[in-house]
């Protein structure tokens, strides 16, 4: 999956930008991600998720201040429809109503 990386957490900054104009030119993102062996990100199901589809985050213990992923990064992950694809790679996002803060 792209849009979800597990098992990874920055050391210092971190940026990440398309190589053009446009959202489809293509993504980067620069140096400094370390493992981060207590993030885990699971294949999940949800009627809300296109196709049911979802993804599970847990394991961010960091304030959104001092340390990323953090507690409001964990919780379920809807899958978007096909038409909201990045680079024809699935596109999950998270409502308010599905953080599962400090899991």
Known sequence: ????SESIAPKGSVK???RGP???DGWETHKEWVP???ISVTEARSPDGFGGAAMRVRGGRGTSEHQTPSTSENGL???QP???DINQHP???MTSDQ???DT
Request: proline share 8%; aromatic share 16%; net charge neutral.
């Open 1 to 4: 999956r792209w849009v979800i």
């Open 77 to 79: 992950y809807l899958r």
């Open 82 to 84: 096909p038409f909201d």
């Open 22 to 24: 446009k959202l489809s």
């Open 36 to 38: 981060d062996p207590l």
């Open 91 to 93: 596109h999950y996002v």
């Open 99 to 101: 953080i599962d803060g």
């Open 16 to 18: 990440s930008a398309t």
